[in-house]
Protein backbone atom coordinates (compact mmCIF):
# COMPACT_ATOMS: atom_id res chain seq x y z
CA UNK A 1 0.00 0.00 0.00
CA UNK A 2 0.96 3.83 -1.12
CA UNK A 3 0.73 4.22 3.17
CA UNK A 4 2.13 1.14 4.56
CA UNK A 5 5.21 3.49 5.96
CA UNK A 6 2.22 5.27 7.61
CA UNK A 7 0.15 2.89 9.11
CA UNK A 8 0.95 0.18 11.59
CA UNK A 9 1.15 -3.85 10.63
CA UNK A 10 -2.07 -4.00 12.85
CA UNK A 11 -3.57 -0.81 10.90
CA UNK A 12 -2.58 -1.95 7.55
CA UNK A 13 -4.56 -5.24 7.87
CA UNK A 14 -7.44 -3.68 8.70
CA UNK A 15 -7.71 -1.64 6.25
CA UNK A 16 -6.80 -4.70 3.32
CA UNK A 17 -9.41 -6.67 5.35
CA UNK A 18 -11.79 -3.70 4.45
CA UNK A 19 -10.37 -3.48 0.96
CA UNK A 20 -11.32 -7.61 0.50
CA UNK A 21 -14.86 -7.27 2.11
CA UNK A 22 -15.54 -4.30 -0.40
CA UNK A 23 -14.50 -6.24 -3.56
CA UNK A 24 -16.17 -9.38 -1.73
CA UNK A 25 -19.37 -7.12 -1.80
CA UNK A 26 -18.83 -5.82 -4.84
CA UNK A 27 -19.15 -9.18 -6.06
CA UNK A 28 -22.08 -10.57 -4.35
CA UNK A 29 -24.15 -7.16 -4.69
CA UNK A 30 -23.90 -7.57 -8.87
CA UNK A 31 -25.08 -11.23 -8.16
CA UNK A 32 -27.99 -10.31 -6.08
CA UNK A 33 -29.33 -7.33 -8.33
CA UNK A 34 -29.13 -9.35 -11.21
CA UNK A 35 -31.43 -11.92 -8.96
CA UNK A 36 -33.23 -9.06 -7.83
CA UNK A 37 -34.29 -7.82 -11.54
CA UNK A 38 -35.02 -11.40 -12.49
CA UNK A 39 -37.29 -12.85 -9.87
CA UNK A 40 -39.41 -9.26 -9.86
CA UNK A 41 -39.65 -8.33 -13.86
CA UNK A 42 -37.98 -10.54 -16.50
CA UNK A 43 -39.36 -13.88 -14.81
CA UNK A 44 -43.06 -11.87 -15.59
CA UNK A 45 -41.33 -11.75 -19.35
CA UNK A 46 -44.84 -11.79 -21.73
CA UNK A 47 -46.59 -10.65 -25.05
CA UNK A 48 -47.81 -7.57 -23.87
CA UNK A 49 -45.37 -4.95 -22.75
CA UNK A 50 -45.86 -1.22 -21.79
CA UNK A 51 -43.96 1.88 -21.78
CA UNK A 52 -44.37 5.11 -19.61
CA UNK A 53 -42.57 7.23 -16.92
CA UNK A 54 -41.93 4.57 -14.93
CA UNK A 55 -40.14 2.55 -16.76
CA UNK A 56 -41.14 -0.81 -19.32
CA UNK A 57 -43.98 -2.37 -18.02
CA UNK A 58 -44.27 -6.01 -18.49
CA UNK A 59 -48.03 -7.68 -18.00
CA UNK A 60 -48.48 -10.46 -15.12
CA UNK A 61 -51.90 -10.66 -15.14
CA UNK A 62 -55.53 -9.09 -14.99
CA UNK A 63 -54.73 -5.54 -13.91
CA UNK A 64 -51.67 -6.65 -12.57
CA UNK A 65 -48.05 -5.28 -13.83
CA UNK A 66 -44.66 -5.16 -12.89
CA UNK A 67 -42.00 -2.78 -13.71
CA UNK A 68 -38.32 -2.41 -14.79
CA UNK A 69 -37.35 1.11 -13.52
CA UNK A 70 -35.58 3.10 -16.13
CA UNK A 71 -32.72 3.94 -13.43
CA UNK A 72 -32.60 0.85 -11.28
CA UNK A 73 -30.12 -0.98 -13.62
CA UNK A 74 -28.12 2.08 -13.46
CA UNK A 75 -28.12 2.88 -10.18
CA UNK A 76 -27.08 -0.70 -9.25
CA UNK A 77 -24.46 -0.59 -11.61
CA UNK A 78 -23.40 2.52 -9.90
CA UNK A 79 -23.00 0.87 -6.14
CA UNK A 80 -21.28 -2.18 -7.74
CA UNK A 81 -18.82 -0.33 -9.74
CA UNK A 82 -18.18 2.21 -6.44
CA UNK A 83 -17.88 -0.64 -4.35
CA UNK A 84 -14.96 -2.35 -6.51
CA UNK A 85 -13.64 1.24 -7.23
CA UNK A 86 -13.23 1.45 -3.10
CA UNK A 87 -11.72 -2.12 -3.12
CA UNK A 88 -9.04 -1.03 -5.27
CA UNK A 89 -8.67 2.10 -4.01
CA UNK A 90 -8.34 0.71 -0.45
CA UNK A 91 -5.89 -1.95 -1.37
CA UNK A 92 -3.49 0.33 -2.96
CA UNK A 93 -4.15 3.07 -0.24
CA UNK A 94 -4.76 6.01 -2.48
CA UNK A 95 -6.12 9.18 -0.43
CA UNK A 96 -9.18 8.84 -2.05
CA UNK A 97 -10.24 5.45 -0.55
CA UNK A 98 -11.60 5.90 3.37
CA UNK A 99 -13.96 8.56 2.55
CA UNK A 100 -15.40 7.22 -1.04
CA UNK A 101 -15.42 3.79 0.73
CA UNK A 102 -17.94 5.66 3.38
CA UNK A 103 -19.74 7.49 0.84
CA UNK A 104 -20.35 4.63 -1.15
CA UNK A 105 -21.73 2.00 2.15
CA UNK A 106 -23.90 4.74 3.29
CA UNK A 107 -24.90 7.07 0.79
CA UNK A 108 -24.96 4.86 -2.43
CA UNK A 109 -25.19 1.53 -1.43
CA UNK A 110 -27.81 1.49 1.76
CA UNK A 111 -30.25 3.81 -0.03
CA UNK A 112 -30.76 0.28 -2.39
CA UNK A 113 -32.31 -1.75 0.23
CA UNK A 114 -35.70 -0.15 -0.33
CA UNK A 115 -35.78 -1.79 -3.44
CA UNK A 116 -35.49 -4.97 -1.94
CA UNK A 117 -37.87 -4.17 0.77
CA UNK A 118 -40.28 -3.06 -1.41
CA UNK A 119 -40.11 -6.53 -3.59
CA UNK A 120 -40.94 -8.75 0.15
CA UNK A 121 -43.77 -5.91 0.19
CA UNK A 122 -44.84 -7.12 -2.87
CA UNK A 123 -44.56 -10.56 -3.66
CA UNK A 124 -44.01 -11.79 0.27
CA UNK A 125 -46.33 -10.01 2.24
CA UNK A 126 -43.21 -8.64 4.31
CA UNK A 127 -41.73 -11.48 5.60
CA UNK A 128 -38.26 -10.80 5.87
CA UNK A 129 -37.97 -7.11 5.35
CA UNK A 130 -36.68 -6.38 9.14
CA UNK A 131 -34.02 -9.44 8.50
CA UNK A 132 -32.75 -7.26 4.77
CA UNK A 133 -32.81 -4.13 6.84
CA UNK A 134 -30.72 -5.45 9.69
CA UNK A 135 -28.32 -7.23 7.11
CA UNK A 136 -27.69 -4.60 5.06
CA UNK A 137 -26.83 -2.25 7.97
CA UNK A 138 -24.77 -4.84 9.16
CA UNK A 139 -22.87 -5.44 5.79
CA UNK A 140 -22.54 -1.38 5.99
CA UNK A 141 -20.79 -1.29 9.41
CA UNK A 142 -18.09 -4.40 9.08
CA UNK A 143 -15.96 -2.26 6.96
CA UNK A 144 -16.47 1.13 8.44
CA UNK A 145 -15.84 -0.05 11.78
CA UNK A 146 -12.63 -1.71 10.45
CA UNK A 147 -12.12 2.39 9.20
CA UNK A 148 -12.73 3.68 11.81
CA UNK A 149 -10.68 4.58 14.58
CA UNK A 150 -8.88 7.97 16.05
CA UNK A 151 -5.59 6.66 15.12
CA UNK A 152 -6.18 5.40 12.09
CA UNK A 153 -8.39 8.41 11.20
CA UNK A 154 -4.86 10.40 12.37
CA UNK A 155 -2.64 8.36 9.96
CA UNK A 156 -4.92 9.04 7.31
CA UNK A 157 -4.47 13.15 7.72
CA UNK A 158 -3.19 14.59 5.34
CA UNK A 159 -3.23 12.08 2.76
CA UNK A 160 -7.48 11.66 2.85
CA UNK A 161 -9.82 13.27 0.87
CA UNK A 162 -11.88 16.55 1.60
CA UNK A 163 -8.76 17.56 3.40
CA UNK A 164 -7.90 20.77 2.52
CA UNK A 165 -11.46 21.66 4.09
CA UNK A 166 -10.80 19.52 7.07
CA UNK A 167 -8.96 22.59 8.48
CA UNK A 168 -11.54 24.47 8.87
CA UNK A 169 -13.41 24.50 12.64
CA UNK A 170 -16.61 22.80 10.96
CA UNK A 171 -14.54 19.79 9.65
CA UNK A 172 -14.37 17.51 7.51
CA UNK A 173 -17.39 15.06 8.70
CA UNK A 174 -20.33 17.91 7.33
CA UNK A 175 -18.86 17.29 3.97
CA UNK A 176 -19.23 14.03 3.76
CA UNK A 177 -22.59 13.90 5.39
CA UNK A 178 -23.57 16.74 3.13
CA UNK A 179 -22.96 14.23 0.42
CA UNK A 180 -24.20 11.69 1.54
CA UNK A 181 -27.57 13.22 2.20
CA UNK A 182 -27.53 14.76 -1.21
CA UNK A 183 -27.06 10.69 -2.34
CA UNK A 184 -29.87 9.80 -0.77
CA UNK A 185 -32.00 12.61 -1.90
CA UNK A 186 -30.72 11.99 -5.65
CA UNK A 187 -32.13 8.06 -4.33
CA UNK A 188 -35.72 9.29 -4.02
CA UNK A 189 -36.09 11.47 -6.70
CA UNK A 190 -35.47 8.24 -8.85
CA UNK A 191 -37.55 6.35 -6.84
CA UNK A 192 -40.47 9.43 -6.81
CA UNK A 193 -39.90 8.58 -10.87
CA UNK A 194 -40.25 4.69 -10.40
CA UNK A 195 -43.70 6.06 -9.09
CA UNK A 196 -45.16 8.74 -11.00
CA UNK A 197 -48.17 7.60 -12.05
CA UNK A 198 -49.27 7.94 -8.48
CA UNK A 199 -48.73 11.40 -8.76
CA UNK A 200 -48.91 12.65 -12.43
CA UNK A 201 -47.57 15.72 -12.66
CA UNK A 202 -44.93 16.83 -15.29
CA UNK A 203 -43.63 19.33 -12.95
CA UNK A 204 -43.08 16.91 -10.18
CA UNK A 205 -41.14 14.76 -12.52
CA UNK A 206 -39.08 17.28 -14.05
CA UNK A 207 -38.27 18.58 -10.63
CA UNK A 208 -37.41 15.03 -9.40
CA UNK A 209 -34.82 14.42 -12.63
CA UNK A 210 -33.26 17.89 -12.53
CA UNK A 211 -32.26 16.66 -8.59
CA UNK A 212 -31.13 13.36 -9.36
CA UNK A 213 -28.63 15.27 -12.18
CA UNK A 214 -28.11 17.82 -9.67
CA UNK A 215 -27.09 15.59 -6.84
CA UNK A 216 -24.85 13.63 -8.74
CA UNK A 217 -22.79 16.80 -9.79
CA UNK A 218 -22.85 17.77 -6.24
CA UNK A 219 -21.50 14.74 -4.84
CA UNK A 220 -18.97 14.61 -7.22
CA UNK A 221 -18.10 18.24 -6.80
CA UNK A 222 -17.89 17.83 -2.82
CA UNK A 223 -15.29 15.02 -2.93
CA UNK A 224 -13.29 17.12 -4.93
CA UNK A 225 -13.46 20.41 -3.32
CA UNK A 226 -15.22 22.41 -5.22
CA UNK A 227 -17.10 25.22 -3.69
CA UNK A 228 -19.57 25.63 -6.43
CA UNK A 229 -20.59 21.88 -6.27
CA UNK A 230 -22.36 22.97 -2.46
CA UNK A 231 -24.41 25.62 -4.28
CA UNK A 232 -25.34 23.06 -7.06
CA UNK A 233 -27.00 20.69 -3.99
CA UNK A 234 -28.79 24.00 -2.86
CA UNK A 235 -30.24 23.90 -6.23
CA UNK A 236 -30.80 20.20 -5.90
CA UNK A 237 -33.13 20.99 -2.88
CA UNK A 238 -34.77 23.52 -4.91
CA UNK A 239 -35.74 20.93 -7.50
CA UNK A 240 -37.03 18.32 -5.10
CA UNK A 241 -39.22 20.65 -3.42
CA UNK A 242 -41.06 20.90 -6.18
CA UNK A 243 -42.19 17.09 -5.55
CA UNK A 244 -44.49 17.90 -2.62
CA UNK A 245 -45.72 21.38 -4.09
CA UNK A 246 -47.42 20.20 -7.37
CA UNK A 247 -49.18 17.59 -4.52
CA UNK A 248 -50.75 20.72 -3.79
CA UNK A 249 -52.78 20.41 -6.99
CA UNK A 250 -52.30 17.25 -8.06
CA UNK A 251 -53.98 13.98 -6.13
CA UNK A 252 -52.19 10.99 -5.23
CA UNK A 253 -53.51 8.19 -6.52
CA UNK A 254 -53.08 5.43 -4.10
CA UNK A 255 -52.34 1.72 -4.60
CA UNK A 256 -54.51 -0.58 -2.38
CA UNK A 257 -52.62 -2.17 -0.60
CA UNK A 258 -49.48 -0.58 -1.80
CA UNK A 259 -46.80 -0.46 1.59
CA UNK A 260 -45.80 3.33 0.65
CA UNK A 261 -49.67 4.82 0.64
CA UNK A 262 -48.90 4.57 5.08
CA UNK A 263 -45.95 6.52 4.41
CA UNK A 264 -47.08 9.02 2.10
CA UNK A 265 -50.63 9.95 4.29
CA UNK A 266 -48.35 10.32 7.26
CA UNK A 267 -46.08 12.88 5.62
CA UNK A 268 -48.07 14.24 3.13
CA UNK A 269 -51.28 14.32 4.42
CA UNK A 270 -52.48 17.45 4.41
CA UNK A 271 -51.66 20.91 2.24
CA UNK A 272 -49.70 22.21 5.30
CA UNK A 273 -47.16 19.15 5.27
CA UNK A 274 -46.54 18.75 2.02
CA UNK A 275 -45.71 22.58 2.09
CA UNK A 276 -43.28 21.63 4.96
CA UNK A 277 -42.11 18.28 3.51
CA UNK A 278 -40.82 20.99 0.54
CA UNK A 279 -38.36 22.67 3.04
CA UNK A 280 -36.72 19.45 4.84
CA UNK A 281 -34.17 18.83 2.43
CA UNK A 282 -33.04 22.56 1.95
CA UNK A 283 -32.78 22.70 5.92
CA UNK A 284 -31.02 19.85 6.41
CA UNK A 285 -28.38 20.75 3.88
CA UNK A 286 -28.00 24.05 5.43
CA UNK A 287 -27.64 22.96 8.70
CA UNK A 288 -24.98 20.79 7.42
CA UNK A 289 -22.96 23.19 4.79
CA UNK A 290 -24.41 26.00 6.40
CA UNK A 291 -21.08 27.65 7.52
CA UNK A 292 -18.95 26.44 4.27
CA UNK A 293 -21.57 28.21 2.34
CA UNK A 294 -21.37 31.19 4.46
CA UNK A 295 -17.53 31.67 4.47
CA UNK A 296 -17.78 30.89 0.66
CA UNK A 297 -20.42 33.91 0.36
CA UNK A 298 -18.52 35.98 2.24
CA UNK A 299 -15.27 35.08 0.76
CA UNK A 300 -16.83 36.08 -2.86
CA UNK A 301 -17.83 39.66 -1.79
CA UNK A 302 -14.88 40.68 -0.58
Known amino acids: MQEATNLSRPQTLRVRAAALWMGLLSACYGALCGLYFYHDVFVHWGERVTYDT ?16 WWRPGLALLA ?6 SA ?17 LWGVLLPQTAWFTEY ?5 EGKGIATAVAGAVSVAAVPTALLWGRNLLQRFEGRDMLTGWAT ?11 AMVLSW ?8 MDHAYRLPSDLAYFGALMTLG ?68 LSI ?11 FWSKARR
Open 54 to 69: AGVGFHIQGSLWTYLS
Open 80 to 85: VGMLGA
Open 88 to 104: VALWRGTPRARLLSLLT
Open 120 to 124: LADWH
Open 168 to 178: LSYGRGRLLAS
Open 185 to 192: MGFGAASF
Open 214 to 281: LSAVAVAGIMRLRAWALWVGVAATLTMALVPLAALWTPYEPNLGWHINSVVTSLAGSDLQRAMLALVP
Open 285 to 295: LWMLAGPFLQA
